[in-house]
């Protein structure tokens, strides 16, 4: 919404200055306040200075964004969508595939209104402060050709945070990114086509970046978001660098797939020489981490011995 980028700067703007902007009246701009209420934002109105939004918003910039992609990037980037408001960024990847625009999809949004994250649990999602961004990757050799990939996109989570200064990152098996044991960021796959032969991935990463004035009380696991570990992001660049990661990760994926990784994962496993409960629906098997594999399975040392898993809810013993 065009009022948005006016208020985005935190300021005050009076009536007559947003419709002359905007070229409608003042009762237009009223109507058009009234609908940002549905995105959770806090407008503040005084009179005779006008209408601010407190706090001011960093909105994303798809031209801006694409200046700051590494050239491999965004040669290869195809259609790229910002959703002001969306159900979810991976349902719209879904739907570009259906449709045959899947080559190099990619779309970000600035607030979810029904993201998910990994079975089924509900991901938080406050107006223009946090990253929700989807892309399609396409595989020739069917599922058996995924393993270990959401280890994989992990790792280039990792890799574009570090560019900005996070250090204590660590990584959780399967598909988390941990801030000193906080969730910072999730991993979402869904895979479309023959699970035997050509088929689509789409990879969907949902970020903390500024979790302030979102409603966090459902939130039932420790949390963590960039702006208390390194202040205020420039949230265009992190996408961007984040979007240039994830091309990389996936042409070294493609080439080796997680065994290209798997060293360099492995440096950031919180789970390493712990003591874990893995859950496999109404079972559960303890043990201790030795590592992964070189196909990103979780290796578990047992009192019935060593083994292998390459799915299920992995939590740390007694935690």
Known sequence: MEILSILADGE????????????VSRAAVWKQL??????????????????????GLDLLDGDRIRGLLSVEAELALGE???????????????????????????????????????????????????????????????????????LSVGLAVVRALTKFGVTGLGLKWPNDILYRDKKMAGILLEMQGDPSGVCQV???????????????AGISQPWADLAEVVGVVDRNALVAELMSALYLVFQEFS????????????????????????????????????????????????????????????SLRGA
């Open 34 to 55: 009234q609908k940002l209420e549905g995105f959770e934002l806090q407008i503040e109105s005084v009179k005779g200075r006008g209408y601010r939004l407190v706090g």
């Open 202 to 216: 789409i990879v969907g990463v949902g970020l903390n970046v500024d979790m302030t004035g979102a409603n966090t």
């Open 80 to 150: 790229f969508t910002i959703f002001p408001q969306i159900d979810s960024t991976n349902n719209a990847a879904a739907t570009a595939i259906r449709e045959g625009r899947a080559a190099g999809y990619c779309c970000i949004a600035e607030q979810q209104s029904a993201g998910r994250g990994r079975r089924g649990r509900e991901w938080r999602s406050p107006f223009g402060r946090n990253i929700y961004l989807s892309q399609v990757w396409e595989f020739q050799a069917g599922a058996s050709a995924l393993e270990g990939l959401s």
């Open 12 to 23: 005050y703007h009076s009536g007559e200055e947003i419709g002359a902007l905007l070229g």
């Open 255 to 314: 080439f080796g797939g997680f065994s290209a990784h798997k060293d360099e994962w492995s440096r950031y496993d919180v789970f390493a020489g712990r003591p874990v409960r893995v859950q496999l629906g109404q079972t559960y098997i303890e043990g201790v981490v030795t590592g992964v594999d070189r196909s990103g399975g979780l290796i578990l040392t047992t009192p019935e011995g060593e083994r292998v898993f390459n799915g299920g809810e992995v």
